[in-house]
């Protein structure tokens, strides 16, 4: 399709490079021969299709030629493709990391990440590419993980509700006003401003917009950038650029100024010179003596002098401002609710023998699959008469369920994203007769890294067992259960304005498990980013307008190590977290292009039982 629409660099398109697979090499480790074949495919695949632009393989060492093995993680200084004619390429330089359900929110300080980047160029490398620049949403069911949280926010330098600005002079307007998205240009007196449009932006837009070279001031600062880590960035790209007459010139000559202390310098033939000096210590500031004059490099540091003379800029000293980002009141809602009933069957469900792998049965098209049984209690059980009732185990292999006793919640259990197996335990209330065992099982995400995922199980696997019976311990795990997949609701749409109409709200219950809720409101006035506050729910998921915002969780906290903050050594996840003890997502992004002026439809579905009257629209903005 790319090549067809004539968008390759080769046929005068924007597109200069293009990746086959991703991150497959650790997985060929345990693949053997196949494995190998099928890189050898894929590379041979891509090349042939002869779209004139060259092809990487992130993390595959054995990329065959002319394919370019490339480097993807916190840093790649070390790296070397496996022919030294290739480029030196790191296609993912981690700006941050995931946020997990239950999890804190990981920080990747900007001293660190500029360190990396320094690191990179001055040993060599030829491109940088960032994972996230722009943070994002996973909107739906689309988070993997399992257990990955919605905001896939990634602590970039955007952060996943984008930025906008209004330009002063626009071919294209609405209210005299342009939006447009771009990266990075600089800062003068708190305000952006852009140079060249025709040369920069047109190539990004083409036809799209037609603006007149002209100096353009943009009238409203770039608030909603994550600073100073946007900012810092921005500060080192522009002095890279300023020693790009060196750096492609030749290879560095490397000196030693120290245990700890390196100078990298890269010369041309026609006078040019560039100096990277570097301090590797975590601890020690250092000064250090080159080309007779004395610089103080901060510890775990880059200086980098664009004309070996002058430090023009350091990776540990930040000059881009710090953005202060709130999010602000706007509104409450008035809800409606609707129950599910754990007593009722629908027609879709099925018996089988035994117990069954949970995706195996949904395909993934819903998280949710009900596993019923009965147990039949005889009158002279000895627990009916001294009250000490039976003890229910039930084992799954993730991610949460719910377990209920005659239409009653006996109890939730959930695993994490280090343990997605789960186990719940409980005395249960059984009568003599028949006894109903309903067990919602719910998933959090598929896995999206490993191998075989289709031995990555979820469910309810078993033992399911009681004790405490006449007969000691029953093992309920091979006798009939009734399965259905999905809730009601889902099956009626009531998520949807037409299927809303399919069923009876009524007043809005709260601490109430399985409840739906639903509320219509206005668009906000303005422009500003938009989010949920769903900190007094559960656990759920989120709809607007028939469109998922994706599954909530704020009633999961964080646990895990929140401590002091520092730059300066190597850095990993774990390093610089927050919002422990706090949930791991409390806000959850509403794009306004999914609202209408007015009658917006606002769908909850609560599993665990939350109060829906805490639930507010706020707006994300600058102090």
Same mark, same amino acid.
């Given at each position: 399709?790319?090549?067809?629409?004539?968008?390759?660099?080769?046929?005068?398109?924007?597109?200069?490079?293009?990746?086959?697979?991703?991150?497959?090499?650790?997985?060929?480790?345990?693949?053997?021969?196949?494995?190998?074949?099928?890189?050898?495919?894929?590379?041979?695949?891509?090349?042939?299709?002869?779209?004139?632009?060259?092809?990487?393989?992130?993390?595959?060492?054995?990329?065959?030629?002319?394919?370019?093995?490339?480097?993807?993680?916190?840093?790649?200084?070390?790296?070397?493709?496996?022919?030294?004619?290739?480029?030196?390429?790191?296609?993912?330089?981690?700006?941050?990391?995931?946020?997990?359900?239950?999890?804190?929110?990981?920080?990747?300080?900007?001293?660190?990440?500029?360190?990396?980047?320094?690191?990179?160029?001055?040993?060599?490398?030829?491109?940088?590419?960032?994972?996230?620049?722009?943070?994002?949403?996973?909107?739906?069911?689309?988070?993997?993980?399992?257990?990955?949280?919605?905001?896939?926010?990634?602590?970039?330098?955007?952060?996943?509700?984008?930025?906008?600005?209004?330009?002063?002079?626009?071919?294209?307007?609405?209210?005299?006003?342009?939006?447009?998205?771009?990266?990075?240009?600089?800062?003068?007196?708190?305000?952006?401003?852009?140079?060249?449009?025709?040369?920069?932006?047109?190539?990004?837009?083409?036809?799209?917009?037609?603006?007149?070279?002209?100096?353009?001031?943009?009238?409203?600062?770039?608030?909603?950038?994550?600073?100073?880590?946007?900012?810092?960035?921005?500060?080192?790209?522009?002095?890279?650029?300023?020693?790009?007459?060196?750096?492609?010139?030749?290879?560095?000559?490397?000196?030693?100024?120290?245990?700890?202390?390196?100078?990298?310098?890269?010369?041309?033939?026609?006078?040019?010179?560039?100096?990277?000096?570097?301090?590797?210590?975590?601890?020690?500031?250092?000064?250090?003596?080159?080309?007779?004059?004395?610089?103080?490099?901060?510890?775990?540091?880059?200086?980098?002098?664009?004309?070996?003379?002058?430090?023009?800029?350091?990776?540990?000293?930040?000059?881009?401002?710090?953005?202060?980002?709130?999010?602000?009141?706007?509104?409450?809602?008035?809800?409606?609710?609707?129950?599910?009933?754990?007593?009722?069957?629908?027609?879709?469900?099925?018996?089988?023998?035994?117990?069954?792998?949970?995706?195996?049965?949904?395909?993934?098209?819903?998280?949710?699959?009900?596993?019923?049984?009965?147990?039949?209690?005889?009158?002279?059980?000895?627990?009916?008469?001294? &009250?000490?009732? +039976?003890?229910?185990?039930? %084992? =799954?292999?993730?991610?949460?369920?719910?377990?209920? *006793? #005659? !239409?009653?919640?006996?109890?939730?259990?959930?695993?994490?994203?280090?343990?997605?197996?789960?186990?719940?335990?409980?005395?249960?209330?059984?009568?003599?007769?028949?006894?109903?065992?309903?067990?919602?099982?719910?998933?959090?995400?598929?896995?999206?890294?490993?191998?075989?995922?289709?031995?990555?199980?979820?469910?309810?696997?078993?033992?399911?067992?009681?004790?405490?019976?006449?007969?000691?311990?029953?093992?309920?795990?091979?006798?009939?259960?009734?399965?259905?997949?999905?809730?009601?609701?889902?099956?009626?749409?009531?998520?949807?304005?037409?299927?809303?109409?399919?069923?009876?709200?009524?007043?809005?219950?709260?601490?109430?498990?399985?409840?739906?809720?639903?509320?219509?409101?206005?668009?906000?006035? &303005?422009?500003? +980013?938009?989010?949920?506050? %769903? =900190?007094?729910?559960?656990?759920?998921?989120?709809? *607007? #307008? !028939?469109?998922?915002?994706?599954?909530?969780?704020?009633?999961?906290?964080?646990?895990?190590?929140?401590?002091?903050?520092?730059?300066?050594?190597?850095?990993?996840?774990?390093?610089?977290?927050?919002?422990?003890?706090?949930?791991?997502?409390?806000?959850?992004?509403?794009?306004?292009?999914?609202?209408?002026?007015?009658?917006?439809?606002?769908?909850?579905?609560?599993?665990?039982?939350?109060?829906?009257?805490?639930?507010?629209?706020?707006?994300?903005?600058?102090?």
């Amino acid at each position: 399709m790319m090549k067809s629409e004539g968008l390759f660099e080769s046929q005068g398109g924007p597109i200069i490079l293009s990746q086959i697979e991703n991150e497959y090499g650790p997985v060929e480790y345990y693949g053997g021969a196949a494995a190998k074949n099928y890189v050898t495919w894929a590379a041979q695949m891509a090349v042939g299709l002869n779209t004139g632009v060259p092809w990487v393989m992130c993390k595959q060492d054995d990329a065959p030629d002319p394919v370019i093995n490339a480097c993807n993680g916190f840093y790649c200084d070390y790296f070397s493709p496996n022919k030294p004619y290739k480029p030196t390429l790191w296609t993912e330089a981690w700006t941050g990391w995931f946020t997990a359900f239950g999890g804190p929110v990981p920080h990747r300080p900007v001293e660190d990440l500029a360190f990396a980047v320094a690191r990179f160029i001055q040993k060599g490398g030829s491109f940088v590419n960032y994972y996230m620049y722009h943070g994002g949403t996973n909107f739906g069911r689309t988070a993997g993980g399992p257990f990955i949280s919605t905001s896939y926010d990634y602590d970039a330098p955007i952060d996943e509700y984008g930025m906008q600005f209004f330009f002063n002079n626009c071919a294209i307007s609405f209210r005299k006003k342009c939006t447009v998205f771009f990266l990075a240009w600089g800062w003068e007196d708190d305000k952006v401003v852009i140079t060249h449009l025709e040369n920069y932006l047109g190539e990004i837009l083409g036809n799209l917009f037609k603006i007149k070279r002209r100096l353009v001031v943009i009238q409203s600062p770039l608030s909603l950038l994550r600073q100073p880590k946007w900012g810092h960035l921005r500060d080192l790209h522009k002095v890279i650029k300023m020693c790009e007459p060196a750096l492609v010139s030749g290879d560095p000559t490397v000196t030693k100024l120290g245990n700890y202390h390196e100078a990298h310098v890269y010369r041309s033939k026609t006078g040019a010179c560039a100096a990277f000096l570097s301090n590797f210590n975590p601890y020690s500031y250092a000064s250090v003596t080159y080309n007779g004059m004395k610089y103080n490099i901060p510890s775990w540091s880059i200086s980098i002098l664009p004309d070996c003379k002058t430090a023009v800029f350091n990776t540990a000293k930040v000059g881009a401002p710090t953005s202060q980002i709130k999010m602000t009141w706007v509104h409450r809602f008035s809800w409606e609710s609707f129950s599910e009933d754990t007593n009722s069957l629908g027609d879709n469900s099925f018996t089988k023998d035994g117990l069954v792998e949970q995706i195996s049965m949904t395909w993934d098209r819903t998280d949710y699959l009900w596993y019923t049984s009965y147990v039949n209690i005889d009158s002279n059980e000895q627990f009916l008469k001294n &009250g000490r009732y +039976p003890f229910l185990t039930v %084992m =799954s292999a993730g991610h949460s369920m719910h377990v209920f *006793i #005659n !239409g009653e919640r006996a109890g939730t259990v959930y695993g994490s994203l280090d343990n997605p197996k789960l186990t719940f335990t409980g005395n249960v209330k059984l009568w003599a007769g028949s006894n109903k065992i309903s067990i919602l099982s719910v998933t959090v995400g598929l896995p999206n890294v490993g191998n075989h995922f289709e031995t990555w199980n979820a469910g309810v696997l078993g033992p399911v067992t009681l004790e405490g019976l006449n007969e000691g311990k029953r093992d309920l795990s091979s006798q009939k259960w009734i399965y259905q997949i999905g809730l009601r609701g889902e099956s009626l749409s009531i998520h949807t304005l037409s299927g809303s109409s399919s069923v009876e709200w009524g007043g809005a219950s709260t601490k109430q498990p399985l409840t739906w809720y639903k509320a219509f409101f206005n668009a906000p006035a &303005g422009n500003e +980013p938009l989010a949920l506050d %769903m =900190s007094s729910m559960g656990k759920g998921q989120i709809w *607007i #307008n !028939g469109q998922s915002i994706g599954r909530y969780w704020p009633a999961y906290k964080a646990y895990g190590s929140c401590d002091r903050c520092d730059y300066r050594g190597t850095y990993n996840e774990k390093k610089c977290q927050t919002n422990c003890g706090e949930p791991s997502q409390k806000w959850y992004h509403v794009p306004r292009a999914w609202l209408n002026p007015t009658g917006n439809l606002l769908v909850v579905f609560e599993e665990w039982g939350g109060d829906p009257t805490g639930i507010s629209m706020v707006k994300r903005v600058a102090r």
